[in-house]
């Protein structure tokens, strides 16, 4: 079955940029998304498949995908966006999550 | 677009189960609805997904056999059943639907399901 790896854990201090990796077997040509989750709270979507932002999502959050690795970046990270965040992909056949990584500002 | 799933539940090992999530603002039946387990402390799986418009189904192959995925159109209405709860389905619940691509734009609140005797 197709895997996602994410790293458990992303530090960054309030302001700078804040890089989240997701890792599949071709998952450039597959379609990526990721999504962000507080404690306590349903997730929500901040990037879609095409790398676009969903309305309401900031602007300091983008996407690119290529080769077997997607990104999520986040510039001028805030306090707010400590969470978790997970990435997604569909494989044509199932969807499939990340294990998730909890990103700490401090 | 808005998700609603049904309340929290309790149950006892062995017991049979049936949770929901009703749309409403849009054509439910036009866009598949996924299930996502979240167990205590863990990240997002993938349960399955349906198309309420015809009922097609699809399983991940961890999930096949274990759930069941259903959808009264009529009622704008998906379900997650189980025949026999066991503590390790002790869980939240999410219900999402997919976007016009392959993500999924709308989540459900969630549904705390505690299997314990």
């Known amino acids: 079955s197709y895997e996602l790896t994410q790293p458990p854990s992303v530090s960054v201090s309030p302001g700078q940029t804040a890089s989240i990796t997701c890792s599949g077997d071709i998952l450039g040509d597959k379609y990526a998304s990721w999504y962000l989750q507080r404690p306590g709270q349903s997730p929500f979507l901040v990037i879609t498949?095409?790398?676009k932002r969903p309305s309401g999502i900031p602007e300091r959050f983008s996407g690119s995908n290529s080769g077997d690795t997607a990104t999520l970046t986040i510039s001028g990270t805030q306090t707010m966006d400590e969470a978790d965040y997970y990435c997604?992909?569909?494989?044509?056949?199932?969807?499939?999550f990340g294990g998730g990584t909890k990103l700490t500002v401090l | 677009v808005q998700l609603v799933q049904s309340g929290a539940e309790v149950k006892k090992p062995g017991e049979s189960l049936k949770i929901s999530c009703q749309g409403s603002?849009?054509?439910?039946?036009?866009?598949?609805l996924g299930w996502v387990r979240q167990m205590p402390g863990k990240g997002l799986e993938w349960m399955g997904i349906i198309f309420p418009g015809d009922s097609d189904t699809r399983y991940s192959p961890s999930f096949q056999g274990q759930v069941t995925i259903s959808a009264d159109k009529a009622i704008n209405t998906a379900y997650l059943q189980w025949t026999s709860l066991r503590a390790s389905d002790t869980a939240m619940y999410y219900c999402?639907?997919?976007?016009?691509?392959?993500?999924?734009?709308?989540w459900g609140q969630g549904t705390l399901v505690t299997v314990s005797s």
């Open positions: 999402a639907q997919q976007s016009d691509a392959y993500d999924f734009d709308y």
């Open positions: 997604q992909a569909w494989d044509s056949t199932f969807w499939v």
């Open positions: 498949q095409e790398n």
């Open positions: 603002g849009h054509i439910f039946t036009n866009y598949w």
